[in-house]
């Protein structure tokens, strides 16, 4: 493992995050929702790639910083990985872009399944629900367990139960 490459990795999410403040969750420093989504989906055998991409998933919503960026900075398997998890105008277009980009590389899907369990858990931490959660959580188990990734998606489903 690149320990330099994961650490540059980490510190430009942190500052491109910088400003960034989580609205409503239990984490006030927005680095920690990428930190904790990097760790699950490690925790589902992630690669180095996919850590990676973890860390950067939400910096083409959030920043200035376009897919160019971060091919130019990191490599372009990564930056297909961050392009695939970036959410489009609805939750049906995202839903369709991270669908056709798993088709190509998996990873895209374990990163969003990664990305939705953190999230679902910290609704689920704050006694809240997120119609928007039980909407479209039930998509990406569908599709986790496609590309073979049924621990990942069974646990998703069982946190958006809790939030019925």
């Known amino acids: ?17 910088k400003s960034r403040v989580q609205k409503w ?10 930190i904790n989504v990097a760790r699950i989906a490690k925790a589902y055998n ?16 959030n920043t200035p910083v376009n897919i160019n960026d971060i091919k130019y900075l990191f490599d372009k398997e990564i930056a297909f990985l961050v392009d695939g998890v970036t959410i489009l105008e609805t ?11 798993s088709k190509e590389d998996k990873r895209v899907c374990l990163i969003k399944l990664a990305d ?7 609704t689920n931490s704050l006694g809240g629900t997120h119609l928007n959660y039980l909407q479209i959580n ?8 496609c590309f073979g990734y049924d621990p990942a998606s069974n646990r998703l489903d069982e946190l958006t139960q809790l939030l019925v």
């Open 46 to 61: 992630g690669d180095i790639a996919t850590i990676h991409a973890c860390l950067l998933h939400d910096v083409l919503n």
């Open 1 to 17: 493992m690149n320990l330099e490459k994961l650490f540059k990795v980490y510190e430009f999410a942190k500052q491109t995050n």
């Open 25 to 34: 969750a239990i984490e006030p420093d927005y680095i920690l929702h990428p």
């Open 138 to 145: 039930p998509w990406y188990v569908a599709l986790g367990k």
């Open 91 to 101: 939750p049906e277009k995202t839903f369709g872009k991270v669908k056709s980009f």
């Open 116 to 122: 939705l369990i953190h999230h679902t858990l910290t």
